[in-house]
């Protein structure tokens, strides 16, 4: 883990202090004992085992433990090993990270003596001490975490002197294909690369559906898995945990290249989707629009046929012309004749014609 990503992340002075007292006792047992063994001041004893000892309280994690030194519960980093995190509260639990914890406990019994080793920079900004550590039989600790695969090597200046062992441990788990050098582990990032780019690689050799459900239900696959596939390359872009500072940088290229044509893959096979979708919605419009000419044209001839059933018209009412009778005038009656006898009611003689009398 990087240094100071956990523990004392607001770290109080009092703290500060007393764990920079006590790195100055152990650099001050480190000289003490250089100027016994060698009668001069010129630096710690290689071989004397006694200087900067601790007793080992708890492990914390997979390059961090608790130790009493000079009576005083201080914390412990390794120097130049970083291991997955486990305590970060802005990470979660990472890959191998427990295996890390349990690995350090098997190499750190609670209750074994260690020597402490510092370097240039005794303290991190956390307040914890930065050390080299090594067993009573004068095993690097440092460098037991890398070679079993459970750290990778780190150099952050000015404190080096650990690195070449940590770094020459580690090339024989690359060797042996231990630990975050495993090909089976499969939340290690070569195995999650891998299942990213199959699982596109799956979704893009199967033949596109007719069925607009099942397209979608493809693109959804294609965008959870480009999604993955993104932060695979951020994480291996920048390299900020153990994992991926685990590979050597031909081997992240491999990795990185096979995300950067996985990623290409799936993009091209969302464009062939949409084309299709399009292909699709062209043709169900085009059917639509058929059908409805056919539903058009089937009515028109229905319409047709009930108009050439209905029974026949009867001829429109025609009323007769009007014909006015002919004017026929009164036959003319002239008056008749007056009275010649006037007075005479006696028996009358008409003349022939009836039209006069007289009387008889």
């Not at 062209?282 to 050439?308: C, K």
């Amino acid at each position: 883990m990087p240094w100071g990503e956990y523990i004392l992340l607001s770290p109080a002075p009092a703290r500060i202090a007393r764990a920079r007292a006590i790195s100055l006792v152990i650099v001050a047992a480190f000289a003490l004992t250089a100027c016994t063994a060698n009668g001069t001041g010129g630096g710690p004893s290689a071989t004397n085992k006694d200087a900067g000892l601790a007793t080992v309280l708890r492990v914390i994690d997979g390059d961090t433990f608790e130790a009493a030194v000079d009576g005083e519960p201080t914390t412990i980093r390794l120097l130049n090993v970083d291991s997955p995190e486990t305590k970060d509260p802005q990470v979660p639990v990472e890959c191998l990270g427990p295996e890390a914890t349990k690995g350090l406990e098997g190499l750190l019994p609670v209750g074994s003596k260690v020597r402490l080793e510092l370097d240039v920079e005794p303290l991190d900004k956390y307040g914890r001490t930065l050390a080299g550590v090594f067993s009573p039989d004068g095993t690097l600790v440092n460098a037991e975490v890398a070679r079993l695969g459970l750290g990778v090597p780190v150099l952050i200046e000015p404190n080096k002197k650990f690195y070449p062992p940590v770094e020459e441990a580690f090339a024989e788990s690359r060797t042996a294909g231990t630990g975050l050098n495993s090909a089976d582990i499969p939340c290690l990032p070569a195995q999650q690369v891998g299942s990213a780019a199959d699982a596109i690689e799956a979704i893009v050799a199967a033949p596109l559906s007719d069925a607009a459900g099942d397209l979608d239900q493809r693109h959804a696959g294609l965008v959870a898995a480009l999604a993955t596939i993104s932060a695979l390359k951020s994480a291996a872009t920048t390299k900020d945990r153990a994992h991926w500072a685990a590979y050597k940088p031909a081997q992240l290229a491999v990795l990185v290249d096979r995300l950067d044509a996985a990623a290409s893959s799936g993009v091209g096979h969302q464009d062939a989707i949409a084309a299709k979708k399009q292909e699709l919605a062209d043709a169900a419009a085009a059917e639509a629009s058929r059908q409805a000419e056919e539903a058009a044209r089937q009515a028109t001839a229905a319409e047709a046929e009930r108009i050439r059933n209905l029974p026949p018209v009867p001829a429109p009412y025609v009323p007769p012309a009007y014909v006015p009778p002919a004017y026929v005038p009164p036959a003319y009656v002239p008056p008749a004749a007056p009275n010649p006898y006037p007075g005479y009611t006696g028996p009358r003689c008409y003349a022939p014609g009836g039209k006069s009398w007289k009387p008889c």
